[in-house]
């Protein structure tokens, strides 16, 4: 069964505004990381957030962990027609080490 | 670099053939992973290697066998295609455990009639 939930599934914005996509997941995690999936292409990471991180940054993604509410938040700011893809969650759980469980994902569309 | 290349790209098999998806890495990564993807699924583990000569199952693991031969390929064999295995499969490699950023091939679409 699937670990993480991103919530939208689907979000369509303009140029140039934010983008927020949310995951939910069940158990203890060491880390959780973010993905982003062009049409037709592998995944390509984004980010990793490990338990004991709060925030995390990276040019203009921002990644928010919440271990009590088991919940994740990846913001785009200023967002660009690039950024259009999908974006999945995954996380490393204690215990399973080696693997990553992976969510269903966001699909975000941006309007020029 | 090449990084992490899947052979072939796309695929057409009739129920009940068999078949073997090459993924091969050239960064020296221990691990090792296929994963399905279903429209509104996600990515789902089938088979996941630590490490030349071993290999494990992952969520979904039926119908499909793997092998570690060598440390650069893992190779994933449907011995007889059922019509529920046209996905897309992905490839991919890490280097360190405790959920260890994941690369990715371009992936292989395979559809089973």
């Known amino acids: 069964s699937q670990q993480g939930e991103e919530d939208p599934q689907a979000l369509s914005i303009q140029e140039g505004e934010n983008a927020t996509m949310n995951c939910s997941y069940k158990?203890?995690?060491?880390?959780l990381q973010w993905y982003r999936q062009n049409s037709g292409r592998g995944l390509v990471h984004l980010i990793l957030?490990?338990?004991?991180?709060r925030e995390k940054h990276s040019g203009r993604l921002r990644v928010t962990l919440d271990t009590s509410k088991k919940s994740s938040s990846l913001l785009i700011t200023a967002s660009r027609a690039a950024d259009t893809a999908s974006y999945f969650c995954?996380?490393?759980?204690?215990?399973?080490?080696?693997?990553?469980?992976f969510g269903t994902g966001t699909r975000l569309t941006i309007i020029p | 670099n090449a990084g992490v290349t899947q052979t072939p790209k796309f695929r057409v098999l009739k129920t009940g053939q068999s078949m073997t998806l090459l993924c091969a890495q050239d960064?020296?990564?221990?691990?090792m992973y296929w994963y399905r993807q279903d429209p509104g699924m996600g990515l789902r583990l089938i088979h996941y290697?630590?490490?030349?000569?071993?290999?494990a199952k992952g969520e979904v693991p039926d119908g499909y066998n793997v092998s570690r031969l060598k440390k650069q390929n893992f190779l994933l064999g449907l011995e007889s295609a059922a019509p529920s295995q046209t996905s897309v499969y992905f490839c991919?490699?890490?280097?360190?455990?405790?959920?260890?950023?994941?690369?990715f091939g371009p992936g292989t679409r395979l559809t089973v009639l």
């Open positions: 290697s630590v490490g030349e000569g071993t290999t």
């Open positions: 960064m020296n990564h221990e691990y």
């Open positions: 995954a996380t490393g759980f204690i215990g399973g080490n080696e693997k990553l469980t």
């Open positions: 991919a490699s890490s280097a360190w455990t405790s959920g260890g950023e994941q690369f």
């Open positions: 158990t203890s995690i060491n880390n």
């Open positions: 957030i490990r338990s004991n991180e």
